[in-house]
């Protein structure tokens, strides 16, 4: 089938289809919002601007690749080299340029280069990578050993045949909450609040920080700026 080359019109990632507006002449046409992946290409969403070839069937495209990428707002661009300068203050590296963060956050990528570096050195609650938090039986255990620099002695336990946690020192029984097994993060929110009520009182300087579906242990001011760049999202658990 001979091709086309196309301008990227409209963008709905709601319904997950963008809108083409064809060189040659006619009508807009639809195509997915993600082009079709290739050897190492990045899984980037198009936007507005774009510069596509595809092959024109009817009323959409099919095949649909890269000519030229539009390019993200400069204000995001600068947005993107302010937090890495804050996050290198935080003794956090990421190894990729502001332009570069900038259009993945832009274009929604689903591989998000700056969450994937700040997970793989922050701690986090679940491992998800490892097996669901329900059959997870080291959770508690890594639970232990974080808080140990900060709690020393921390210990928790489930209690079996009751929705109960047993917190050392001080044998402390705390109501697990009304999760499922598509959102464990309720099962275990009334522990991590415990956990951090007793953070706060030895003046740790870390917090469990929810975010979707798990929990971040860092710094309450460093969780602060991740949200307000909108790195992590909003509190999820």
């Given at each position: 089938?001979?091709?086309?080359?196309?301008?990227?019109?409209?963008?709905?990632?709601?319904?997950?289809?963008?809108r083409?507006?064809?060189?040659?002449?006619?009508?807009?046409?639809?195509?997915?919002?993600?082009?079709?992946?290739?050897?190492?290409?990045?899984?980037?969403?198009?936007?507005?601007?774009?510069?596509?070839?595809?092959?024109?069937?009817?009323?959409?495209?099919?095949?649909?690749?890269?000519?030229?990428?539009?390019?993200?707002?400069?204000?995001l661009?600068e947005?993107?080299?302010?937090?890495?300068?804050?996050?290198?203050?935080?003794?956090?590296?990421?190894?990729?340029t502001?332009?570069?963060?900038?259009?993945?956050?832009?274009?929604?990528?689903?591989?998000?280069?700056?969450?994937?570096?700040?997970?793989?050195?922050?701690p986090?609650?679940?491992?998800?990578?490892?097996?669901?938090?329900?059959?997870?039986?080291?959770?508690?255990?890594?639970?232990?050993?974080?808080?140990?620099?900060?709690?020393?002695?921390?210990?928790?336990?489930?209690?079996?045949?009751?929705?109960?946690?047993?917190?050392?020192?001080?044998?402390?029984?705390?109501?697990?909450?009304?999760?499922?097994w598509?959102d464990?993060?309720?099962?275990?929110?009334?522990?991590?609040?415990?956990?951090?009520a007793?953070?706060?009182?030895?003046?740790?300087?870390?917090?469990?920080?929810p975010?979707?579906?798990?929990?971040?242990?860092?710094?309450?001011?460093?969780?602060?700026?991740?949200?307000?760049?909108?790195?992590?999202?909003?509190?999820?658990?």
């Amino acid at each position: 089938m001979p091709q086309d080359t196309f301008t990227v019109e409209e963008v709905n990632p709601r319904h997950g289809f963008v809108r083409l507006r064809p060189d040659s002449g006619g009508g807009l046409v639809n195509a997915p919002l993600y082009p079709e992946p290739e050897s190492g290409e990045q899984p980037l969403q198009f936007r507005v601007g774009d510069r596509v070839r595809a092959e024109r069937r009817g009323l959409s495209a099919s095949g649909v690749r890269w000519v030229s990428r539009a390019e993200p707002p400069p204000e995001l661009v600068e947005r993107m080299g302010e937090l890495l300068a804050k996050l290198e203050a935080w003794e956090l590296k990421v190894p990729a340029t502001a332009y570069d963060l900038a259009e993945h956050h832009w274009r929604a990528s689903r591989e998000d280069p700056l969450r994937a570096e700040l997970l793989a050195q922050l701690p986090t609650f679940f491992d998800w990578e490892l097996s669901h938090p329900y059959e997870d039986a080291a959770l508690l255990e890594r639970l232990a050993a974080a808080m140990q620099p900060y709690l020393p002695g921390f210990a928790a336990r489930p209690v079996e045949g009751r929705e109960l946690f047993v917190v050392e020192p001080g044998a402390d029984q705390l109501p697990a909450g009304a999760g499922d097994w598509e959102d464990p993060t309720k099962t275990f929110a009334p522990l991590l609040q415990a956990v951090n009520a007793r953070l706060e009182a030895a003046g740790a300087p870390v917090r469990w920080v929810p975010m979707a579906r798990d929990w971040l242990l860092a710094p309450p001011a460093l969780a602060r700026l991740l949200v307000l760049h909108d790195v992590l999202g909003p509190g999820g658990a």
